[in-house]
């Protein structure tokens, strides 16, 4: 069994997930300063951001509950399946980041027995 176990998450799904993260952040905190540059979805975060204020926040809320949640579950699989202190760190802290990105590389392994 390889107890080290890791993969990092594709650079697509980071790349889109940390984007759509941090737009919801600024949404959420700072509607004003997303830039103009972004078109279209900077335009719906500053509108998000700015006249649904309450919803904004809502779905901020839940995005962090969902990943913590999406953590935890990646922590357990870990235990289970007797991967390492450091891989175990490395996939709870990932998967926090980009949730089903991550947890899906995670549901993949097949521990072997030695």
């Not at 993969?7 to 949404?27: C, D, E, Q």
């Not at 979805?41 to 700015?50: I, N």
Request: aromatic share 16%.
């Amino acid at each position: 069994m390889n107890r080290d176990y890791f993969r990092t998450a594709s650079p697509f799904w980071t790349g889109l997930i940390g984007f759509g993260l941090v737009l919801l952040t600024m949404a959420t905190f700072v509607p004003d300063k997303i830039p103009s540059y972004l078109g279209k979805v900077g335009g719906l975060g500053r509108y998000m951001g700015t006249e649904k204020p309450e919803l904004t926040w809502y779905i901020f809320l839940a995005t962090i509950a969902i990943h913590a949640a999406e953590s935890i579950y990646a922590y357990m699989l870990c235990r289970r399946f007797g991967l390492s202190s450091s891989a175990t760190k490395k996939w709870t802290f990932q998967t926090f980041l980009f949730g089903v990105a991550s947890l899906s590389l995670l549901r993949q392994y097949k521990p072997r027995g030695d």
